[in-house]
């Protein structure tokens, strides 16, 4: 290569790594300021959860002098604790259901071929476009007929139903990426299809199944619609719902109630913490194939 074909690349490179660093330090220009706006009002109402009122109405920009940690004992001994179990309790069975559901759907859209597949797969999809808001005169009749109105069950099988067409989805996705010589080998060696789902396709499908695991708990416990149009009685109240009569009980203690979110908020947050890299690593490969 001569000197001038040399040179014109080696200025091609520099404008490319010049290029590379700009698009970089918007990239994380642009997360940060995301960052701030989503972690900003927690820490707001994080360090007003521990002031008095008059502090809150007088300065609400401002430290505490004093950090009142018995605001947190107040809201605990209030009931938010009942909440908070109800709706572990909701979001747990709620998960696993869809969860088991989803996977073997996904496997066999994304393994099998059988007449009528495709049909299938569209059908549970379509599940993406039904609005929950649509549904809920018809689910209140099946649940009345049903005789579980009132119940756990009213807000864990709706869950279950709207939950199905997007996990379904975002498993087969990844599945459709995942190598089937590990299943062949396994078959070769006298596994069934069951063994080969058990012991083969979910341990390879376990980041994705961890992203699924977490938006479908986030969605779960942040439900609102279902809680409110299913459920009567205080004992069977998840937070969503809790917190709209924590918050109008305490009129006069917005401290409290704001220890309440707090409070409310940890479960999820420590959810993610523990799950965030398989939720990455899962979001990223489930992504490679449609």
Known sequence: MSLTGKSSA?????????????????AYLLFSVLSIFTIYPL??????????????FSNSW?????????NYVRAWEYGIAGYIWNSVFVTTISVLLNISISLMAAYALARFQFKGRNFLLYFILGGLMLAPEVS??????????????????????????????????????????????????????????????????????RPIIASAMLLDAMRVWNEFMFALTFVLDEDIKTVPLGLMTFSGALREEWTVVMAGLIISAVPMIILFLITQRQFIRGLASGGIKG
Do not use: C, H
């Open 10 to 26: 080696s200025r091609f490179d520099r404008r490319n790594t010049i290029a590379l660093k700009i698009e970089r330090f918007f």
């Open 43 to 56: 820490i707001w109402i994080f360090t007003n959860s521990v002031k008095t009122d008059l502090e809150l």
């Open 136 to 205: 809920l005169i018809p689910l209140f009749r099946i649940l009345s007929s049903l005789d579980i109105y009132n119940t756990y069950l009213a807000m864990i099988l709706p869950n279950v139903a709207f939950g199905i067409p997007f996990t379904t989805f975002l498993i087969r996705s990844y599945m459709l990426s995942l190598p089937k010589e590990y299943e062949e080998a396994a078959v070769i060696d006298g596994a069934n299809t069951f063994t080969v789902f058990l012991q083969i396709v979910i341990p390879l499908s």
């Open 62 to 70: 401002a430290f505490p002098e004093v950090f009142r940690w018995e």
